[in-house]
């Protein structure tokens, strides 16, 4: 015991000598920080003193300004550093605290004095705060309707096949469309299924193959689709649909006055009762399923003294033809990234005498938030007019356009 308190006076006697000999040696001048030799020792964790950085092998690294005061206030820190730990390492008795086991400081506060009771006590400062009333959140609009809305401009490039029931020849193009989407909002009505869809399409090309026209209609196609449904179970529905398609403008066969389509010539109308299966993942990933064991299907053409019924399906001499049968109609949208979509739609009808068919795709390629390029292909299959040497009883449609784009949707 009597050894143990020898080497902490030895201990406490250097530590004194080298805090005087610090004071000599900066001019006998007090320092105004507290000396560390006085602190009490507190074991944090074991660092070596390396002197002076030498970032660079051996070489000192040496500041542009006079640096002296830096160099010596890093010799001085090293020195005690070095004594302090020396004293922790030979007389760990003398170590009263290690920092993992300190108390928590205390709470911040001020101290008022009382000269009347002689006290002074601890209270939490008071912060003032200014009384200021939050801004109300944002009533977002709830809308029963949302509706999605598509406008492009673009030049075009089409091949049409040669026995395309609109008629029309390969060429270079303006093409102009509209798409319309307003459905009932299903996280309103989750047990009703209500989707409209609006499209029209008009592409105007110059021809150089036509000595009595100086440009022809290669593309006139009005759609409305609608869908109605009650939920049954899941993602289906039970559902009626509808589906009308036309044209507006006159369109002939080159270098004659024979007309080939005009407005109402050919129409179409298919209504049918049946299943829906509706699928979303947000809005990346859609696909739609309607099947219609009975269905309804009109075809019409207004102007049978110019036009011949006989290329829609119609009876020669008719304006129109009913039949019932089936049909079913698939569509899908995969969007691979934000600029890159797919649209495909695929319908069929059938009165079990004939079969009819359109399979359409679309991909989109935006180019920022205006230019977009898109390349469409319509392939269709009719048993119900006449055969062609050709194509048989296919026909088919591609157009590669690039223009301007303008979107519009209505969110939840």
């Known amino acids: 015991m009597k050894n143990l308190t020898l080497k902490a006076c030895l201990a406490l006697a250097l530590m004194t000598a ?18 560390m030799l006085y602190v009490p020792l507190v074991y944090d964790n074991h660092t070596t003193a390396s002197g002076h950085v030498t970032p660079r092998g ?19 820190s090293d020195r005690t550093q070095q004594v302090r730990q020396r004293a922790m390492i030979e007389n760990p008795q003398l170590v009263a605290y290690n920092a993992n086991r300190l108390p928590a400081a205390p709470p911040e506060g ?3 004095s009382d000269p009347r009771q002689g006290m002074l006590t601890i209270a939490t400062p008071q912060v003032a705060v200014d009384d200021v009333t ?14 999605v809305f598509n406008a492009s401009l673009q030049f075009t490039q089409a091949y049409i096949s040669g026995n395309w029931y609109q008629g029309g020849e390969n060429n270079l193009a303006l093409l102009g469309s509209v798409n319309w989407n307003c459905n009932l909002n299903q996280d309103l009505h989750p047990n009703w299924l209500f989707n409209n869809a609006l499209s029209y399409k008009l592409g105007i090309a ?34 009626a649909m509808l589906q009308f398609t036309t044209q507006f403008l006159n369109n002939y066969k080159t270098n004659t006055r024979t007309m080939t389509a005009a407005f109402l010539s050919p129409a179409e109308l298919n209504i049918g009762l049946g299943m829906t299966y509706n699928y979303k993942k947000a809005d990346d990933r859609m696909f739609t399923l309607a099947i219609a064991p009975i269905s309804y299907n009109l075809k019409y053409c207004r102007n049978i003294t110019d036009i011949d019924p006989t290329r829609f399906g119609i009876d020669a001499g008719k304006h129109s033809k ?24 695929l319908y069929m009808f059938t009165n079990y005498e004939y ?20 390349l469409y292909t319509h392939l269709r299959f009719d048993r119900s007019r006449a055969r062609d040497d050709d194509w048989n009883y296919w026909q088919f449609k591609e157009i590669l356009s690039l223009g301007v784009v303008y979107r519009f949707a209505t969110v939840n």
């Not at 009913?322 to 739609?345: C, D, I, Q, Y």
């Open 355 to 374: 079969v009819q068919g359109d399979w359409e795709n679309t991909l989109d390629l935006s180019i920022g938030k205006y230019l977009t390029t898109q």
């Open 206 to 239: 110059t021809t150089h193959g036509d000595s009595i026209r100086k440009y022809l209609i290669n593309e006139d196609n009005f759609l409305f689709t609608s869908q109605l449904g009650y939920k049954a179970v899941k993602n289906w529905y039970y559902s």
């Open 134 to 147: 939050p801004p109300a959140e944002p009533v977002l609009p709830i809308h029963n309707w949302l509706h």
């Open 58 to 76: 051996n070489e000192v690294y040496n500041l542009d300004a006079g640096d002296e005061w830096l160099r010596e206030a890093m010799d001085k």
């Open 322 to 345: 009913s039949t019932v049968g089936s049909n079913f109609e698939a569509k899908w949208l995969w969007r691979f990234t934000p600029n890159v979509m797919l649209t495909s739609r």
């Open 18 to 35: 080298m805090s005087l000999a610090a004071t000599a040696r900066d001019g006998d001048r007090p320092d105004d920080e507290p000396r």
């Open 110 to 112: 001020v101290i008022p």
